[in-house]
């Protein structure tokens, strides 16, 4: 009876212990999961660049020009290159930052950028503007295309992002100068850079029952949508608008097509 009894008691007790250590792991993973969560989530928002966020200056001391303005904006800050002629050194690299690195600072903090001369091979003294390099042909190119293009030529970059609904992520939209355009060497030539597509514009859907069909295509132009006709046999709204989709009231992404139906004879 006696080791009946103690049988069920050690039973119980090694039940216990093996709880006791399944929930531990169970704990641990939960935390391991939330950790994981939050750095992934905090490296996105510093690889994004987007406001409300805050990350460590790089230290770009000793880097080339372009190796330091690509690290700085993808950690979500700014670039402002300024050429120390006084310094010596290797041509076209960072002999000082401001701020400093390992300072904490917000998303879109200007970065100054100490810079040394591009070097006598760069710059060459051109005597007249008839032999001064040309500006290259820079939209469609991606952003370290047109930085390395830039760079060989001897033009100083001055980047601009913009969102866009027609040019994908990370390619130059514009530039300012010209493609052909004659300038002197560390002269600044600005491109504006694709964000890709913005946050979707929302807007309301008007009414257009009863309309013409040119006065539908107005009054919704007007509204940032676009009107697709159809026509249907509707003896009483012959010329007229007599249903649309979506309908009024509704909202809608600017720029959506919105379906009238014109009535016709049959």
């Known amino acids: 009876m006696e ?8 039973s119980s007790s090694h039940k216990k212990t ?3 250590l399944l929930f531990a792991v169970i704990i641990l993973l939960v935390l391991w999961l939330l950790w994981n969560y939050w750095d992934g989530s905090r490296s996105g928002q510093v690889a994004d660049g ?3 966020f805050t990350a460590e200056v790089p230290d770009v001391v000793g880097m080339t020009r372009l190796d330091a303005i690509a ?3 993808r950690l979500g800050f700014e670039a402002d290159v300024v050429v120390d002629d006084a310094s010596g050194g290797r041509p076209d690299t960072v002999v000082g930052q401001d701020p400093e690195a390992g300072t904490e600072a ?3 903090t200007v970065v100054r950028l100490d810079v040394t001369p591009l070097g006598e091979q760069a710059a060459p003294d051109f005597s007249s503007e008839d032999t001064m390099p040309v500006v290259p042909e820079l939209a469609g190119k991606s952003r370290s295309s047109a930085l390395s293009t830039l760079d060989r030529v001897g033009y100083y970059p001055v980047i601009t992002e913009r969102h866009s ?3 994908p992520p990370d390619k130059v939209m514009s530039q300012n100068p010209a493609a052909g355009t004659r300038l002197s060497v560390g002269s600044p030539v600005s491109i504006v850079v694709s964000l890709g597509r913005g946050p979707a514009i929302l807007v309301t859907v008007p009414s257009t029952l009863g309309m013409t069909e040119r006065d539908a295509q107005a009054r919704l132009s007007q509204a940032g949508l676009v009107a697709k006709a159809t026509y249907q046999p509707k003896a009483d709204s012959v010329g007229r608008v007599y249903d649309q989709w979506p309908r009024a009231g509704e909202r809608v992404e600017r720029g959506e097509d919105v379906v009238i139906l014109l009535g016709v004879a049959r």
Do not use: H, K, S
């Open 3 to 10: 080791q009946e009894a103690f049988e069920p008691e050690q």
């Open 18 to 20: 093996w709880y006791g």
């Open 50 to 52: 987007g406001a409300g």
């Open 71 to 73: 690290l700085v904006q």
């Open 106 to 108: 917000p998303g879109g």
């Open 165 to 167: 609904d027609t040019f």
